[in-house]
């Protein structure tokens, strides 16, 4: 935990940073080794506290229809204990981004019914929120979609490649079961047997520790 708590206060540091200066300090942090411990399974963070994960807050730029949450207001992801959830970070302005999403929103759109949540993570600055909006509506995004975290960095993505599109799937567990950096054709094949196979699980309840 505490090499964690560690990486989190460098990364919300490098978040303060002007872009090309960030990527050269996270380059040299890379090559120098810095990230190479051994990380267990990312779990998402339980409703009752317990686990090794923290509460993490999202602020939204855009809810789920018909959802509680209005944008601008604060999504827990501790709410989404117990559920199938794919996160999809992304960035406005990336070309394999503005290709990938609408595959990601027809996948939203087919199993949301089943029992999936998709919750979109914007790299984008929060000063650039109309960019994202664009976003959202030409790829016709129907999920929340807030702004990335330096916790949802630490916890979630690939140490080693924070390159985006990168999606990340939880099972009813809250275990990861598997990350996806980049899109390529056979990934959306890969995606989806993913998700029927987590959706198939029974509920579990997981326990304190």
């Given amino acids: 935990m505490t090499q964690k708590r560690n990486e989190l206060n460098f990364v919300r540091r490098m978040l303060t940073l002007p872009l090309g200066l960030a990527l050269q300090?996270?380059?040299?942090?890379?090559?120098?080794?810095?990230?190479?411990y051994a990380q267990s399974v990312p779990e998402l963070p339980q409703k009752?506290?317990?686990?090794?994960?923290?509460?993490?807050?999202?602020?939204?730029?855009?809810?789920?229809?018909?959802?509680?949450?209005?944008?601008?207001?604060?999504?827990?992801?501790?709410?989404?204990?117990?559920?199938?959830?794919?996160?999809?970070v992304f960035s406005s302005k990336c070309p394999h981004c503005i290709d990938h999403a609408p595959h990601v929103a027809e996948l939203y759109n087919l199993y949301r019914t089943k029992g999936l949540t998709v919750l979109g993570l914007a790299t984008d600055q929060p000063d650039r929120a109309e960019d994202v909006k664009s976003f959202i509506g030409t790829?016709?995004?129907?999920?929340?979609?807030?702004?990335?975290?330096?916790?949802v960095i630490v916890y979630f993505l690939d140490r080693r490649n924070h390159g985006v599109p990168q999606m990340v799937l939880f099972g009813r567990d809250g275990k990861m079961v598997k990350r996806i950096i980049g899109w390529r054709p056979e990934d959306e094949k890969e995606l989806r047997a993913a998700i029927d196979a987590e959706l198939a699980k029974p509920a579990t309840t997981r326990p304190a520790r």
């Fill in 25 to 36: 300090v996270l380059a040299a942090v890379i090559l120098c080794g810095l990230n190479g």
């Fill in 139 to 151: 790829a016709r995004i129907a999920y929340p979609v807030g702004f990335l975290t330096a916790e």
């Fill in 48 to 88: 009752n506290g317990a686990g090794d994960t923290p509460d993490i807050s999202i602020k939204l730029i855009q809810s789920a229809n018909g959802g509680s949450l209005k944008p601008g207001e604060t999504l827990q992801l501790s709410s989404l204990d117990g559920r199938v959830v794919l996160l999809d």
